[in-house]
């Protein structure tokens, strides 16, 4: 069983501690249409840093496709992320409700979420380089947060999808 663990992935690209979904801190990606983050801080639901860096769609994809069924994996900017990237072990968790309330993406067990900072997101999911990323509205958001509940009918589709 794999544990989304504080520090898990270093403090900085020299500083490796695990290569789960083929990630490490300060990663980096160049620019294009499969870069959706750049210096993003990375998290588990329990608002704990897991580590940061660039995160393009195929991190995502291997992500959602890797999570337990109980995992969240919630992807904050450079400029909402505590510490500037760094810090994932000398500083105190920023917490549940820090980290629900600037999440951008959250990627669960077989789905992608992109979190719009209007009420009502979008309906159908929008598609970028391969991956499908279904939208939620922030109050959606830190419910899946705080409760860990998904949709189960586009986490069916994508399982099948990715085979």
């Not at 159908?124 to 947060?145: M, N, Q, V, Y």
């Amino acid at each position: 069983m794999t544990r989304l663990t504080q520090g898990m992935y270093g403090d900085n690209e020299f500083d490796r501690k695990s290569a789960l979904f083929g990630l490490h801190s300060g990663q980096r990606h160049f620019s294009g249409i499969s870069k959706l983050t750049h210096n993003s801080g990375w998290y588990n639901k329990a608002g704990e840093k897991l580590g940061w860096g660039d995160l393009s769609t195929t991190d995502a994809a291997n992500i959602a496709c890797g999570l337990e069924d109980d995992a969240l994996f919630i992807v904050l900017s450079e400029s909402d992320d505590r510490g500037g990237g760094r810090g994932t072990r000398a500083e105190p968790p920023p917490g549940v409700d820090h980290v629900a309330a600037r999440a951008i993406y959250i990627i669960a067990s077989g789905i992608v979420y992109q979190v719009n900072k209007s009420t009502s997101p979008r309906k159908e999911p929008t598609f970028r380089d391969g991956l499908t990323i279904h939208e939620l509205s922030r109050a959606e958001a830190k419910r899946l947060i705080k409760t860990g509940q998904t949709d189960s009918v586009a986490k069916r589709l994508f399982k099948k999808l990715m085979g």
